[in-house]
């Protein structure tokens, strides 16, 4: 059974520039949420995802966005990145029952030169 | 707002003893969960153990348990019987309780923890 898959693992882009980052859940799960975890801090919540539409967001401009499919795998999208931007992003899914746990994926290094 | 304060920002304890990692939250609020997050090098946020605040009953996971105090709103983290493989970041989190899918975890700053041979 595959867990949370992200991708890509690394990924360096320009200031500027647009960036797409993947996120396939867990099986069975239809609820993705976003994280973004700087280098020495704790990862702060971007959005919620489910039934391919936003359900929650944290204190993100909107330069961050995103998307869920049918088939509930998301895409988090960050435009004209900042060097602030640079960071891990951590994707974590669960299903919309009550009390259903997050389990994250493995995360996608990006970093803005 | 909420908050999640982890003071201990590096510890380290001998394989096979015991280590309590601390961590004090702020809310106003009644009915929220508590959590104890793993990360290590592997990146990977593992969930180590869940407290709800309404249970009196500190959570236990085999070597790992709590001590929750909700009125000092404390929660602490033992690890029992260290093994090198706990050698990882550690992060305290906390979750309003709305119902539903789990979704906005407010994290501390971590507490590096190393497990020494």
């Known amino acids: 059974d595959a867990g949370v898959t992200q991708s890509p693992t690394h990924l360096i882009k320009t200031r500027g520039q647009q960036v797409t980052l993947r996120c396939s859940p867990k099986?069975?799960?239809?609820?993705v949420s976003w994280y973004q975890q700087a280098l020495g801090q704790g990862p702060q919540f971007i959005f919620q995802?489910?039934?391919?539409?936003?359900?929650q967001r944290g204190n993100f401009p909107d330069r961050f966005s995103g998307h869920q499919f049918p088939n509930y795998s998301s895409e988090l999208n960050v435009n004209a990145l900042l060097l602030g931007d640079s960071a891990l992003y951590l994707c974590a899914s669960s299903d919309s029952s009550y009390n259903s746990p997050l389990h994250f994926g493995n995360g996608t290094r990006l970093t803005v030169t | 707002a909420q908050t999640v304060t982890q003071s201990q920002p590096e510890m380290s304890v001998q394989e096979a003893e015991t280590v309590t990692l601390s961590c004090t939250y702020d809310t106003s609020e009644n009915n929220y969960y508590l959590f104890w997050y793993k990360q290590p090098p592997s990146r990977q946020m593992i969930l180590v153990i869940r407290?709800?605040?309404?249970?009196?009953q500190n959570a236990t996971e085999n070597r790992f348990s709590v001590n929750f105090q909700k009125a000092a709103k404390s929660f602490s983290l033992k690890i029992s019987d260290s093994q090198l493989g706990d050698t990882a970041m550690y992060f305290c989190?906390?979750?309003?309780?709305?119902?539903?899918?789990?979704?906005?975890?407010?994290f501390g700053k971590g507490t590096k923890l190393s497990v020494k041979p």
């Open positions: 099986s069975g799960h239809d609820t």
């Open positions: 407290q709800e605040a309404y249970k009196q």
């Open positions: 995802y489910y039934e391919e539409e936003e359900r």
């Open positions: 989190a906390f979750m309003m309780n709305y119902g539903g899918s789990q979704g906005n975890l407010i």
